[in-house]
C-alpha cells in the first residue's frame, strides 16, 4: 500500500534531516538511557524505564513511517513552461468574496494551510489543480459553497 509522497526540495530536506537525526542520534541516546535505567532495578516501578521505553517506541514508530514515506518520493519542481495550469508545486493567487489569497500546492506531508500551503489532497488543493489564469472553482468548504477566481499561478 505504498503511496507516492509529494515534496518540495526543502521538505525533503527537512523529513531526510529528521530521519538522519533519529537513527543515529535519538535512537541511541534513548537506547542508552533505557539501559541506565534498566540498571536502576525494579522494573516494575522505575518510571525513568517506562518512560525512555515509550520514547524509543515511538522513535521507532517515526523511522519506519519516514522510511515508506522516503521511499516513493516525487519532488515537486516548478515548471514555467506548463502554460500557467496549477499542479503540485504551484504558487496561486486567489480572489474570494473580495479576499485575496495566496497558496502554494504542497503534498499532504508538507501541508500548512495557516501558512498558506495547501494540500494536493484537500477539498480546496484539489479543486484548484488542472486550473488556469482566470478560472472560477466553485469549491464545497464547511461554511458552505465558496468561489474562488484564480488571479495568477507560478
Known sequence: ????????????????????????????????????????GDLSENAEYHEAKDNLAFIEGRIRELDVKLRDVELIENDKKDGGTVKIGSTIEVEAKGNRRVFQIVGSSEADPAGGRISNESPLGSSFLGRKKGDEVEVITPSGETVYTILSVK
Open 1 to 40: 500500500m505504498d503511496q507516492t509522497t509529494y515534496l518540495t526540495q526543502e521538505g525533503l530536506d527537512k523529513l531526510r534531516a529528521e530521519f538522519e537525526d533519529l537513527k543515529k542520534v535519538q535512537r541511541p541516546e534513548m537506547i542508552s538511557r533505557l539501559e541506565a535505567a534498566k540498571a536502576l
